[in-house]
Nanobody, 119 residues
Framework: QVQLVQSGGGLVQAGGSLRLSCAAS???????MGWYRQAPGNQRELVAT???????NYADSVKGRFIISRDNARSIVYLQMNNLKPEDTAVYYC??????????????WGQGTQVTVSS
């Protein structure tokens, strides 16, 4: 069973920065790796994803502040979060997706990590 192990997160003041990391237990060519978040009372939402082709997709709310990157050789994805705002407060989840030639589609989630931004 593939595991996504997250690290980083915590408490920071508004305007500060945090970095999240997520390592997949399987070293493979993940089609997509990225980050989602869920605030209390809200649905889980996309923050940023990055394809194996290096294409990056960001939520409008984080564009210009967050940067996603990947280390494909080690199957690690990072999220550098700058100029954090109180509305960024949420549990952040790592995500990875692998689609095989036969059509098998596997998606995995990390355990979640709390990010709290104080005003």
């Amino acid at each position: 069973q593939v595991q996504l192990v997250q690290s980083g997160g915590g408490l920071v003041q508004a305007g500060g920065s945090l970095r999240l990391s997520c390592a997949a237990s399987e070293i493979t060519n993940w089609n997509v790796m990225g980050w989602y978040r869920q605030a209390p009372g809200n649905q889980r939402e996309l923050v940023a994803t990055m394809g194996s082709s290096r294409y990056k997709n960001y939520a409008d709310s984080v564009k210009g502040r967050f940067i996603i990157s990947r280390d494909n050789a080690r199957s690690i994805v990072y999220l550098q979060m700058n100029n954090l705002k109180p509305e960024d407060t949420a549990v952040y989840y790592c995500y990875a997706r692998r689609v095989y030639a036969g059509g098998e589609d596997f998606q995995y989630w990390g355990q979640g990590t709390q990010v709290t931004v104080s005003s």
